[in-house]
Structure formats: C-alpha cells, structure tokens
C-alpha cells in the first residue's frame, strides 16, 4: 500500500523523463507509451492531454518547446486525475 500511495502522489517521478525543453511529438509520444497507459483508466486521452497542453502553451507563449519544470507541473495533476484508481472519483 505505501508503494501505490507513493505513486499517487508522486507520479510525475516515475513517467516523466529527466529532458530540458520538450518538443510536443516527444510529450505525446510519452502520452501514448506503455507505462504511462497500463497507469491510466483506459478511456484516459492522456495524448488528447498534453496536445491541449500543447495547444495552450503555444498560443500564450509562442513557443514550440515547454520546459520540463513547466510540463511537469501540467501533467502530474493529469496523471493524478486519470490514474485507474482515481478515474471515476
């Protein structure tokens, strides 16, 4: 149980790669992976997620990259919210 707790709460330290600015195939390439789908409900559109995130990056910034530090913070809520276990909460 404290393994799963930890993974609830801290999800971000599992999935998300150690990379500096991310470039939005590389966000939804991760989106779509293996882990990140067997974490997810499997009617989460997690790639569906980070393409908004995207979309909304793009259009405030006028940027094609988000810094990892930024990305993080918009998608481990995400994944919090999808998580199998938490999905229809």
Known sequence: MQNFKREV??????FLPKLDNIARGEAES????????GYVHKWANMV????TVFDEWEKDEKKSTIPMSTLVCKLTP???????????K
């Open 9 to 14: 709460e801290s999800p971000s330290r599992k």
């Open 30 to 37: 991760w989106a779509a992976s293996e882990p990140v789908q």
């Open 48 to 51: 569906g997620e980070v393409t």
């Open 78 to 88: 995400l994944l919090k919210k999808f998580h199998k276990n938490n999905f229809f």
